[in-house]
């Protein structure tokens, strides 16, 4: 059984582990070397200490001891980080990931900006493409949104 619990420090090697497994498996491919760096630095240790010590909301899943997925909802409006272990995807963690964390939202459409590769599952989750694909520090991504207020995962 998935237990979704907020992340502690003993967590952060395995989040960050994951989070760039499953970027270099589904993402690192489309994207210059700019785009790379610039993830891996978002994903690193150092950084996810750092915004657990901000206004962010960090999840983990955790299946039999072990951390199988983890998502940061941003200052109760935006969800900056949303992944799961590539062994453990297509089993419901992000849904439930998703669906652990969207309540803890202050506002009525959360955002994200999805990798391309993650557009689709944003849009099974209830995510809606808004405006135009975009850049930034050569991360390449779709502003999506959802209405929390009206939908439930």
Not at 14 to 40: N, Q
Request: aromatic share 8%; with cysteine; hydrophobic share 50%.
């Amino acid at each position: 059984m998935i237990n979704i619990r907020e992340i502690t420090e003993q967590d952060l090697a395995a989040v960050s582990a994951i989070c760039i497994d499953a970027f270099a498996i589904s993402v690192a491919g489309s994207l210059s070397a700019e785009g790379i760096t610039t993830f891996t630095n978002i994903a690193a240790c150092t950084a996810f200490q750092r915004r657990m010590t901000e206004d962010n909301l960090l999840l983990v899943a955790e299946y039999d001891g072990k951390v199988a997925g983890v998502v940061e909802l941003k200052q109760g409006r935006h969800v900056a980080m949303l992944f799961v272990a590539p062994a453990w995807q297509k089993n419901g963690i992000g849904k439930q990931l998703l669906a652990a964390v969207l309540p803890n939202a202050r506002v009525d459409m959360v955002t994200v900006k999805a990798s391309l590769s993650s557009v689709p599952a944003y849009q099974k989750y209830g995510f809606e493409c808004k405006g135009d694909i975009a850049e930034f520090a050569g991360l390449v991504y779709q502003p999506m949104e959802i209405d929390v207020k009206n939908r439930r995962l």
